[in-house]
């Protein structure tokens, strides 16, 4: 479980006592059926799947004996794939996926090769040529299912997608065998969308993202709530306590807290809404917005080149959050006489006609990746927004190794400001919940 959730698996109480409850059910005898109990119980998606498939796999690590070498043996192993995908098979199609990754996906031999390809494996093997044998089986046999042609290609081409999916899962697990899960699940497959990469994400792993905003608001509400019950009593009032210790010869036995004035911070967000950090700042705004009610007060500024507030647009775009950034682009000013994000004429806009929106109170979040596109950075005005804020922080989609490379000023800005570099959604939520002042 806890390899599982060192990858961002959402693996709770409730996953552990329904994966349990679901292992009493099936018992322990038939070893596919007990994974396919904890799959169904404790994934959450098709895409955790490969990770799963690393910590629990569907053999029992023992490789299976390959075919004879040669065009014999290959034809052999062929027509066995072909029984089995007639007859539907998931235990033969799982020792013929062993033996033809053991037989034909094997390469290299030095300690840090990978050892094992299932592009190797499908490339000889080819199963998706096997499709007309397969239907002419079906169709010969005495019981076999009267369905249109059509339907009937459909059934063996899943059947077919299935055996390479087993094939993969196999040469993965082999390669895991040799260089360790941890490894391979980091390197060899897909994370989770929270942990790609703002800018290397494409659409379908934004659009999961801006879909996972609503569960992810609630657990980091969650944690506000429970940072703020925890602060709620503040420091320990040294006068009261000693007078409290009179009655017990001066041991300060219970220490009084200090009461605290009421009263939430009021957060401001500053975003940059161009090219590729659009994706990082649109899921950042429908987040916040998302945890508006553990705020005061929230107020959401975009720029380009000029800067709008956007407070109202995230409103009424948290129903539709797919076109957020076109509405921002169309309807807010934000550009200038060209497209080009520029930091310093933003903030130094930002210091001049926003000026109130930041007080004492406020926390400033800066969401951009710095990078002035050659022209004035302009710190003077951020630290003008910084003396008039409670604190400033510069959430940065770049790793650190690439702050102060080409036109990035983030060494300038971070002189001013604590930066932190924030590449996925993951460490996002994680800077926000420890971050924000409660």
């Known amino acids: 479980m806890g390899a599982l959730r060192a990858h961002g698996f959402g693996v709770g109480t409730g996953e552990t006592v329904d994966a349990g409850l679901a292992l009493e059910a099936v018992g322990f005898a038939h070893r ?58 998931g235990a033969a199609l799982h020792g013929l996926a062993a033996e033809a990754v053991g037989a034909f996906g094997g390469y290299g031999s030095g300690p840090e090769s990978d050892g094992w390809s299932s592009y190797r494996t499908l490339a000889r093997l080819r199963p998706e040529t096997l499709l007309v044998r397969v239907r002419d089986r079906l169709r010969d046999a005495a019981d076999g299912p009267e369905f249109t042609d059509r339907l009937l290609d459909d059934r063996i081409r899943r059947r077919i997608e299935d055996f390479r999916e087993r094939v993969r899962t196999e040469a993965r697990r082999r390669v895991a065998e040799r260089q360790g899960r941890d490894r391979v699940a980091r390197r060899a497959v897909a994370g989770t969308a929270d942990s790609v990469d703002f800018l290397l994400a494409g659409r379908a792993q934004l659009d999961e993202l801006r879909r996972a ?44 807290p200090r009461r605290r004035a009421p009263g939430r ?29 553990q705020f005061a007060r929230v107020r959401v500024f975009a720029f380009v080149n000029r800067v709008d ?37 933003a903030l130094g806009e930002f210091a001049r006609r926003y000026a109130r929106a930041v007080g004492p109170r406020s926390v ?38 690439l702050w102060g490379t080409g036109d990035s000023a983030a060494p300038a800005y971070a002189e001013v400001v604590e930066m932190h570099a924030c590449p996925n959604a993951r460490r996002l939520a994680a800077l926000i919940a420890r971050l924000t002042p409660v």
């Open 364 to 401: 400033v979040f800066v969401l951009g990746d710095a990078r002035t596109n050659g022209a004035d950075p302009d710190v003077a005005a951020l630290r003008l927004i910084a003396a008039r804020a409670r604190r400033v922080y510069w959430l940065n989609p770049e790793r650190p190794a």
């Open 265 to 293: 911070p009021e957060l401001v967000l500053l975003c940059d809404v161009s090219g590729s950090v659009a994706g990082f700042a649109q899921f950042t705004m429908l987040l916040v917005h998302a945890l508006h009610e």
């Open 32 to 89: 596919e059926r007990m994974r396919e109990a904890l799959a169904a119980t404790l994934l959450h998606g098709e895409r955790q799947r490969p990770v799963f498939d690393l910590y629990f796999p569907l053999g029992d690590g023992v490789a299976a004996p390959g075919p004879r070498e040669g065009p014999a043996g290959l034809a052999g192993l062929r027509e066995r794939l072909v029984a089995a995908l007639a007859s539907g098979d």
């Open 309 to 345: 507030e956007v407070t109202g647009l995230i409103a009424r775009g948290a129903a539709d959050p797919a076109g957020l950034g076109e509405r921002i682009l169309a309807e807010a000013e934000v550009t200038g006489w060209h497209g080009q994000s520029d930091y310093g004429a």
């Open 213 to 256: 905003v609503g569960p992810l608001a609630r657990k980091l509400a969650t944690r506000l709530a429970a940072r703020r019950r925890r602060a709620a009593r503040g420091e320990i009032d040294l006068r009261r306590t000693l007078r409290r210790s009179l009655s017990t010869g001066g041991v300060p036995v219970r220490p009084v």
